[in-house]
T-cell receptor, first 109, second 112 residues
Framework: GQSLEQPSEVTAVEGAIVQINCTYQ??????LSWYQQHDGGAPTFLSY????GLEETGRFSSFLSRSDSYGYLLLQELQMKDSASYFC??????????FGKGTKLSVKP | DSGVTQTPKHLITATGQRVTLRCSPR?????VYWYQQSLDQGLQFLIQ???????AKGNILERFSAQQFPDLHSELNLSSLELGDSALYFC???????????FGPGTRLTVL
């Protein structure tokens, strides 16, 4: 089966950098995705990593190490609007996404 | 706006009842996914359809069923509802083989 572990909560201040870690166990690996969800809103796609290394998209970056079954999402120059839940997800063998329980990020002024 | 629509936005019903949630995917997307999100829980994958055919099944209860119609919209049917079925139900769609799923705004189901 598949499982993902990520911290339940993280707090940081505006302008800072925060890293949200995700470790996964999966019988077959097809990629690690990250989604953002504001309270009461729909999840929105942030990034996808299939190969080892860092992918950068503006203030957000995502890293993957397949040998360690580990990835992280890095958020730089934090803004108040970044307060949300962040989910890592792996692709299952049937082509569906398996989500972690999410990390609630609170950005303080 | 993701381009995925879901109706209704809110639904309040009683235990034992049956409801139908509706989803229209983005234009051109053949894959539709259903997820359940309970309070403080992650997104639990329920079921996936691709071009009318069931493609993958997750933690979907036998009381729940879904289908995708020829026009690609999908419906999720929940029957013999229990209090624990109260949750946000999301539909998502994607292009086959694409890594990004686009989520609808969700249907908030409350079972009293």
């Amino acid at each position: 089966g598949q499982s993902l572990e990520q911290p339940s909560e993280v707090t940081a201040v505006e302008g800072a950098i925060v890293q949200i870690n995700c470790t996964y166990q999966t019988s077959g690996f097809y990629g690690l995705s990250w989604y953002q969800q504001h309270d009461g809103g729909a999840p929105t796609f942030l990034s996808y990593n299939a190969l080892d290394g860092l992918e950068e998209t503006g203030r957000f970056s995502s890293f993957l190490s397949r040998s360690d079954s580990y990835g992280y999402l890095l958020l730089q120059e934090l803004q108040m609007k970044d307060s949300a839940s962040y989910f890592c997800a792996v692709w299952g063998s049937q082509g569906n996404l398996i989500f972690g329980k999410g990390t609630k990020l609170s950005v303080k002024p | 706006d993701s381009g995925v629509t879901q109706t209704p936005k809110h639904l309040i019903t009683a235990t034992g009842q049956r409801v139908t949630l509706r989803c229209s995917p983005r234009s051109g997307d053949l894959s539709v996914y259903w997820y359940q999100q309970s309070l403080d829980q992650g997104l639990q994958f329920l079921i996936q359809y691709y071009n009318g055919e069931e493609r993958a099944k997750g933690n979907i209860l036998e009381r729940f069923s879904a289908q995708q119609f020829p026009d690609l919209h999908s419906e999720l049917n929940l029957s013999s509802l229990e209090l624990g079925d109260s949750a946000l139900y999301f539909c998502a769609s994607s292009v086959q083989g694409d890594n990004e799923q686009f989520f609808g705004p969700g249907t908030r189901l409350t079972v009293l």
